[in-house]
């Protein structure tokens, strides 16, 4: 059964760091995109960063670029937030796609785990 599980979520001030964590089983992740996303109350979902299986490529929002950090280790995918702002407040989900492109969906989905940047 695929599952993708998120964790590391939690109250931080802002300018401060979390790491989250997606552990991932029932499928092989090197052979899959592992993407990041966030919904905040009364936005939309959007997709903060991407992984690809093939060479690791990386891609982010603009509004999080150079401030977090994807990466994928066996089974587990990290996205290291640093300099978080309350703005960065949502839940966070990882999600499994064939890779970053935009060309297919995300099919697997994880739970989330809330972030809440508040002094």
């Known amino acids: 059964q695929v599952r993708l599980v998120e964790s590391g979520g939690g109250l931080v001030q802002p300018g401060g760091s979390l790491r989250l964590s997606c552990e991932t089983s029932g499928f092989t992740l090197d052979d899959f995109a592992i993407g990041w996303f966030r919904q905040a109350p009364g936005k939309e979902r959007e997709e903060v960063s991407c992984?690809?299986?093939?060479?690791?490529t990386t891609k982010y929002a603009g509004a999080v670029k150079g401030r977090f950090t994807v990466a994928r280790d066996n089974s587990k995918v990290y996205l290291q937030m640093n300099s978080l702002k309350p703005e960065d407040t949502a839940i966070y989900y990882c999600a499994r796609n064939p890779d970053c492109t935009g060309r297919y969906y995300f099919d697997w989905w994880g739970q989330g785990t809330q972030v809440t940047v508040s002094a």
């Open positions: 992984i690809s299986s093939s060479d690791g």
